[in-house]
């Protein structure tokens, strides 16, 4: 495909073109940026999230004004570098011993609860994306409005939405790996 067919089939939303660019041939492109720009492990599929939502804001503006003065990879590497260099502090550390809530702040769990309240703790310290955690106590726990949570993250809801859902899919898996060792 010639660089305008890129542009075009990513303008039209045409999932192949989308899936094969952003995470076939453009990958490599990408995690340099990432090493480049983090000194900090972020999530591949989250930062590709957030530069394909950023280039198709406002009828996808960015990618119209493609003039084919280099090529599209040489455009999208100086574009992209940019872009995350302005995301990154609020990107949070995937690799971070921190954790990003306060089990003080789960206030819908009651004392009662105590033994949930822990368990919910180890499986949150056993996620390694804190995003995630982040994204799931606030939403979830806290009920917070999601477009409330996506402004103090600097994202989109659509984005949001696509960040709790991959953080649920982590959860139930760290769960489950949970309930196998409980249960030899």
């Known amino acids: ?48 999230n957030e530069l394909y939502i950023y280039l198709m804001e406002d009828d996808a503006v960015k990618l119209r004004n493609f003039q084919c003065r280099s090529t599209v990879y040489q455009w999208l590497k100086i574009l992209s570098i940019r872009f995350f260099i302005k995301k990154k502090g609020r990107m949070i550390d995937d690799k971070s011993k921190e954790t990003p809530y306060d089990m003080r702040s789960m206030h819908c769990l009651t004392t009662e609860k105590a033994s949930e ?9 056993r996620m390694n994306n804190k995003r995630y955690v982040l994204v799931i106590q606030r939403l979830i726990l806290e009920d917070w409005e999601p477009e409330q949570l996506a402004e103090d993250m600097g994202i989109t809801t659509a984005n949001l939405y696509n ?17 196998k060792e409980y249960g030899k």
């Open 1 to 48: 495909m010639t660089d305008q067919e890129i542009i075009q089939g990513l303008i039209a939303r045409d999932n192949r073109v989308t899936e094969e660019f952003f995470f076939q041939k453009c990958r490599p492109l990408f995690l340099s940026v990432m090493k480049l720009v983090f000194n900090y492990e972020v999530d591949y599929d989250e930062m590709v």
């Open 117 to 125: 309240k822990g368990d919910v703790e180890r499986l949150f310290t």
């Open 163 to 179: 960040i709790k859902r991959r953080a649920m899919a982590q959860l139930t898996r760290v769960a489950l790996n949970d309930i």
